[in-house]
């Protein structure tokens, strides 16, 4: 996993003291401490698994002794069925953990399966899938890591990453050349610059001023051709806006360069997984 594990540990304590206040009343009085349990995670659905060295880390938060090994890993295809990890230790550390492993597993795991799908309708283009800052607060990297897992790229993490003019930023700077010119007189020189455009006129200013990438926001597919031939490959051309399964392949096939997906992350449904109890089935 890519992932920090001093993040990883914070979000999954953050979600644990959400979950558990005090104590979980029901497991701690209804089963003695030295009660033990085998336990599996099964696949509801088809798709792409995100999440499995998560979910073990909150088991290992909660308390000592569980034996957790993975059967399937992050970025792997699943079926309906499939058994992704057996779990064997302290029943109370297996019922306190659950909830906070199934959702931060189901919530990654449903960003990763609608990356690779919406990365399979645009297989054969030039472009690339990627995500937006519209995420959920506090578990960023995650979901960016679940875009990766399913086969897209990430855009900015955040607000120092890059530049990336908008529409606000332009017209409180009285343009695109200036907003463009004062920027680049002060970033360093590592730092690219992204302009958001809303018109083939605003793109060819875009152009002018030589920005590095340029959104194209909320443009219909020919209006994307034509920025395509304009361009010429003097930046990188983004598609962005709007952007359902039905419309995700005729834009990829204007020749954009990436198309980024805020949905990819801010509104995506959750992988159904479950955690059975007992030993996984033969």
């Known amino acids: 996993m890519e992932l920090l594990q001093s993040y990883v540990d914070d979000v999954i304590l953050r979600a644990l003291h959400e979950d558990i206040t005090g104590m979980d009343v029901t497991s701690d009085f209804l089963l003695s401490e030295s009660h033990e349990s085998d336990a599996y995670l099964m696949a509801k659905d088809q798709g792409v698994l995100c999440g499995m060295e998560i979910a073990k880390r909150v088991f290992e938060l909660v308390g000592d002794g569980v034996r957790f090994e993975i059967l399937k890993h992050d970025g792997e295809s699943v079926q309906y069925g499939d058994i992704l990890a057996v779990m064997h230790g302290g029943t109370r550390v297996l019922l306190k953990g ?3 492993a199934l959702n931060l597993l189901q919530h ?9 799908r919406c990365v399979d309708i645009v297989a054969g283009t030039k472009a690339s899938i990627a995500d937006t800052r519209k995420t959920a607060v506090g578990i960023r990297a995650m979901q960016k890591y679940a875009v990766r897992c399913g086969g897209g790229k990430n855009h900015r993490f955040n607000l120092s990453d890059g530049a990336m003019l908008k529409d606000n930023h332009i017209d409180a700077c009285g343009g695109i050349l200036p907003a463009i010119t004062q920027l680049r007189a002060r970033i360093g020189h590592m730092v690219r610059i992204e302009v958001e455009v809303r018109t ?6 875009a152009l002018e001023a030589k920005a590095d990438i340029i959104m194209l926001d909320n443009m219909d597919c020919d209006t994307m051709k034509e920025a395509v031939r304009i361009t010429d490959g ?5 598609a962005s806006g ?3 399964h039905d419309t995700l392949r005729g834009v990829a096939e204007t020749g954009v360069d990436i198309i ?3 949905a990819l992350t801010h509104s995506v449904k959750a992988f159904d997984i479950s955690m059975k109890w007992g030993k996984k089935p033969l």
Do not use: V, Y
């Open 98 to 100: 659950e909830r906070t």
């Open 108 to 116: 990654l795991s449903g960003i990763a399966t609608e990356t690779r």
């Open 200 to 205: 083939l006129d605003e793109l060819r200013q």
């Open 234 to 238: 003097r930046a990188l051309l983004e």
């Open 242 to 244: 709007g952007i359902t």
């Open 260 to 262: 980024s997906i805020g």
